[in-house]
């Protein structure tokens, strides 16, 4: 079966780093996803990684180890806004766009 | 430019009706597919439409649940004869083939609620 694990709840303090853990064990692997969504909001797309290493976009950063089935998402310099939820999303079919497979979520709260 | 539109954004019904809840994907869009978050649950495939090719029907939970996409654009997601668990927030999301890593904008979702 599919499975993405990833921690349910994060605390950490404005201005900090945190780091997101996502473990996943799929059929098949072609690409890993990270998405931020707000309470209320629909998923907006973070990060994308189908190799290994570390992809980096402003205060956002993910890693990817195919061998270890292992990923992060690195934030820094927290933002309150920062509070929110983080996806995890594996596409594990060939061929171009289809769909996902979801974990459940890490919801950051960012604290003073 | 626009973005997934969905609507209604809230339904409330009691166990027993038809819903029917109604995408609108980004234009040109060829991929379109319906998700749904139940509480504490992670997003759960259930439909994918991508240009003219049959739809992929494999995450669908029951034979209750159907969707069609009409002209390769607008898509309905119908659940006949609602229960109680089929309360949760169903998201639709569409994507472009190809864009870099084959992003998936999603829409606000629909809260749907059986009473």
């Known amino acids: 079966g599919q499975n993405i694990d990833q921690p349910t709840e994060m605390t950490a303090t404005e201005g900090a780093i945190v780091q997101i853990n996502c473990t996943y064990q799929t059929s098949g692997f072609n690409g890993l996803f990270w998405y931020q969504q707000h309470a209320g909001e629909a998923p907006t797309f973070l990060s994308y990684n189908v190799l290994d290493g570390l992809e980096e976009k402003g205060r956002f950063s993910s890693f990817l180890s195919r061998s270890k089935g292992y990923s992060y998402l690195l934030l820094k310099e927290l933002q309150m806004k920062d509070s929110a939820s983080y996806l995890c999303?594996?596409?594990?079919?060939?061929?171009?766009?289809?769909?996902?497979?979801f974990g459940k979520g890490t919801r950051l709260s960012v604290i003073a | 430019g626009a973005g997934v539109s969905q609507s209604p954004s809230n339904k409330v019904t009691e166990k027993g009706k038809d819903v029917e809840l109604r995408c609108d994907p980004i234009s040109g869009h060829t991929a379109l597919y319906w998700y749904r978050q139940s509480l504490g649950q992670g997003l759960e495939f259930l439909i994918y439409?991508?240009?003219?090719?049959?739809?992929?029907k494999s995450g669908l939970p029951s034979d209750r649940f159907s969707a069609e996409r009409t002209g390769g654009s607008v898509s309905t997601l119908t659940i006949q004869r609602t229960q109680q668990e089929d309360s949760a927030v169903y998201l639709c999301?569409?994507?472009?083939?190809?864009?870099?890593?084959?992003?998936?904008?999603f829409g606000p979702g629909t809260r749907l609620t059986v009473t």
């Open positions: 439409f991508q240009g003219n090719s049959a739809p992929d």
């Open positions: 999303a594996v596409r594990d079919q060939q061929g171009g766009n289809t769909p996902l497979v």
């Open positions: 999301a569409s994507s472009l083939d190809p864009t870099p890593g084959y992003e998936q904008y």
